[in-house]
């Protein structure tokens, strides 16, 4: 008697937790099963004591997550301790579980990466925990068998980081790989200016919010606006931040960021993923970062096909015996059709 295969998801933050439910999707032959972000050891004593709820391993990014599992009747493994599983599948790997490591791994692009600042230089330099340089040193596990990315710009910004060539392959990712699909939306305003905040802070790096809201003040000049606060960031603090320069300007905490930009006539913001919409999009941005980089690294628009391809990669994996792809990374016998074709 034949079994399925059994492939466990492990989200995070709410964009990780979407994009690994449309890969999914994606894979009706297969067993799936859906696991909050967890750790162990050191990490996972601290994330029982609530001292990471700032991260995705707790506080408002699993409730998230939990509740997106719940109202979609996903199957919960927490902490991957029901099965075992023949692949598992994670957005990051700046944190992975010892109880993954000795199966089928694939690593899945959640969107922009931080600044290679001190930290990630410290953190290369001596070895020190991912973590500490936050998404800058995504993919430097090398733990994995296949690493799916945005676009051919990241491939390149991943190699120069020191990623085996041979285990990234350029898929596209879901999210961000349909911007045009976000017009159609039921986000009830139109025509205004976006300011669209980020968790620098919550990062413990150096963030001058009085200066940021002082230039936004500059750029909007009395036309309509809307802040939208990033999930991590310290909802209180940032509120009383902006009430002192925007008393009655909206401010959204939740809501669909993507379709907030599509409706907008600017973006100001300053280092979000979502950037990359309003550049799909054609929005005139106003951000902290080069846009000449990012439209080197944007992510391919394929019209939504990113889960489909990564769900092939997933077919490969799977189909590989473990003890080859430990041998010999993927792309050394699957080279995907869609690599040789014009993706943009």
Same mark, same amino acid.
């Given at each position: 008697?034949?079994?399925?295969?059994?492939?466990?998801?492990?989200?995070?933050?709410? /964009?990780?937790?979407? !994009?690994?439910?449309? =890969?999914?999707?994606?894979?009706?032959?297969?067993?799936?099963?859906?696991?909050?972000?967890?750790?162990?050891?050191?990490?996972?004593?601290?994330?029982?004591?609530?001292?990471?709820?700032?991260? %995705?391993?707790?506080?408002?990014?699993?409730?998230?997550?939990?509740?997106?599992?719940?109202?979609?009747?996903?199957?919960?493994?927490?902490?991957?301790?029901?099965?075992?599983?023949?692949?598992?599948?994670?957005?990051? &790997?700046?944190?992975?579980?010892?109880? !993954?490591? +000795?199966? *089928?791994?694939?690593?899945?692009?959640?969107?922009?990466?931080?600044?290679?600042?001190?930290?990630?230089?410290?953190?290369?330099?001596? +070895?020190?925990? *991912?973590?500490?340089?936050?998404?800058?040193?995504?993919?430097?596990?090398?733990?994995?068998?296949?690493?799916?990315?945005?676009?051919?710009?990241?491939?390149?910004?991943?190699?120069?980081?020191?990623? /085996?060539?041979?285990?990234? !392959?350029?898929? #596209? %990712?879901? /999210?961000? &790989?349909?911007?045009?699909?976000?017009?159609? /939306?039921?986000?009830?305003?139109?025509?205004? =200016?976006?300011?669209?905040?980020?968790?620098?802070?919550?990062?413990?790096?150096?963030?001058?919010?009085? *200066?940021?809201?002082? $230039?936004?003040?500059?750029?909007?000049?009395? $036309?309509?606006?809307?802040?939208?606060?990033?999930?991590?960031?310290?909802?209180?603090?940032?509120?009383?931040? %902006?009430?002192?320069?925007?008393?009655?300007?909206?401010?959204?905490?939740? #809501?669909?960021?993507?379709?907030? !930009?599509? +409706?907008?006539?600017?973006?100001?913001?300053?280092?979000?993923?979502?950037?990359?919409?309003?550049?799909?999009? #054609?929005?005139?941005?106003?951000?902290?970062?080069?846009?000449?980089?990012?439209?080197?690294?944007?992510? %391919?628009?394929?019209?939504? *096909?990113?889960?489909?391809?990564?769900?092939?990669?997933? $077919?490969?994996?799977?189909?590989?015996?473990?003890?080859?792809?430990?041998?010999?990374?993927?792309?050394?016998?699957?080279?995907?059709?869609?690599?040789?074709?014009?993706?943009?």
């Amino acid at each position: 008697m034949t079994t399925n295969p059994k492939v466990l998801f492990i989200g995070g933050s709410l /964009n990780q937790t979407t !994009i690994l439910h449309q =890969i999914a999707q994606q894979l009706p032959e297969c067993d799936r099963y859906f696991s909050p972000f967890y750790a162990d050891g050191l990490i996972g004593l601290l994330t029982r004591l609530g001292f990471t709820n700032f991260t %995705i391993l707790g506080g408002r990014h699993r409730q998230a997550t939990e509740r997106y599992l719940r109202e979609h009747h996903l199957s919960i493994d927490y902490g991957s301790k029901q099965r075992t599983y023949d692949l598992v599948v994670t957005c990051t &790997d700046l944190l992975l579980p010892r109880n !993954i490591l +000795n199966t *089928r791994l694939m690593l899945v692009q959640e969107g922009m990466l931080e600044a290679e600042d001190w930290r990630f230089n410290l953190v290369r330099t001596l +070895n020190l925990p *991912r973590y500490l340089a936050n998404t800058a040193a995504t993919g430097l596990s090398h733990a994995y068998h296949a690493f799916c990315v945005a676009s051919p710009g990241y491939r390149d910004l991943f190699i120069r980081k020191g990623v /085996n060539p041979d285990k990234v !392959i350029v898929t #596209g %990712i879901p /999210n961000f &790989d349909h911007a045009a699909g976000y017009l159609n /939306n039921d986000f009830p305003h139109h025509d205004y =200016i976006l300011i669209a905040t980020s968790a620098t802070r919550e990062t413990l790096k150096f963030h001058d919010r009085k *200066r940021f809201l002082q $230039r936004v003040k500059a750029l909007v000049v009395g $036309r309509p606006m809307i802040f939208k606060l990033h999930p991590n960031e310290n909802i209180d603090r940032a509120t009383r931040e %902006i009430r002192r320069y925007f008393p009655e300007v909206p401010i959204y905490t939740e #809501g669909n960021l993507h379709h907030m !930009i599509a +409706n907008c006539d600017m973006l100001i913001a300053q280092n979000t993923s979502a950037i990359f919409t309003a550049l799909a999009l #054609g929005k005139p941005i106003h951000c902290d970062l080069d846009l000449s980089t990012l439209r080197r690294l944007m992510p %391919i628009q394929n019209g939504g *096909r990113s889960a489909e391809r990564i769900a092939e990669v997933c $077919r490969q994996l799977l189909q590989t015996p473990l003890a080859e792809l430990n041998r010999r990374p993927l792309r050394a016998h699957f080279f995907p059709r869609w690599e040789t074709q014009d993706l943009f």
